[in-house]
């Protein structure tokens, strides 16, 4: 779960897609939780005291939907990559975690370049499409990118080379398959 903190709920961020998403992450922890698989916290820290996720302060703290419970690990990272500057990468290969499903804030900024290490690094990853969420983004042309478009860009440059896309529904439907067809 990528940075799914209070610091998005500003409204400075402007429009946003998938109003669901929190939903949606909160339905799949919950059910991760039942199968006794494990919930991972990535949470965002500001290096500037003026960021919207500066620790100390309600920005840095997670939604309500994906509020840690104790002894779930939560990484904290400075930069976009949940690999940088954390013990992630070792503690998923000590845990023999070798699948990942990410959620979370952003789509095109942190969950995409996570995603995009995950692949890299040999991870079978997949990225739930409906439990990610994004912002209008000014492109370089100077045209703001709607949210919808920005969202499916990012989705569609992490499809098949570095994780496969699924929808929430699929990403539960997984849970109930008998254990000897799970990956």
Known sequence: MIDVQNGFADPAWGQRNNPDAERNVA??????????????????ASRSPAGYFCAGTNGHEPMPDAMPLS???????????AFIGTTLEQDLRADGVDTLIVVGLTTNHCVSTTVRMAG?????TFVVEDATATFDRRGLDGVMRPTAEVHAAA?????????????????????????????
């Open 27 to 44: 339905l799949l922890i919950a059910a991760w939780r039942r199968d006794g698989r494990p919930v991972r916290h990535v949470h965002h």
């Open 120 to 124: 890299n690094l040999g991870f079978t």
């Open 71 to 81: 002894g779930e690990p939560i990484h904290v990272k400075e930069v976009n990559s």
């Open 155 to 183: 989705l569609s440059d992490l499809s098949d080379e570095f994780a496969t896309v699924v929808s929430t529904k699929t990403a539960l439907a997984f849970l109930a398959l008998p254990a000897s067809t799970k990956a």
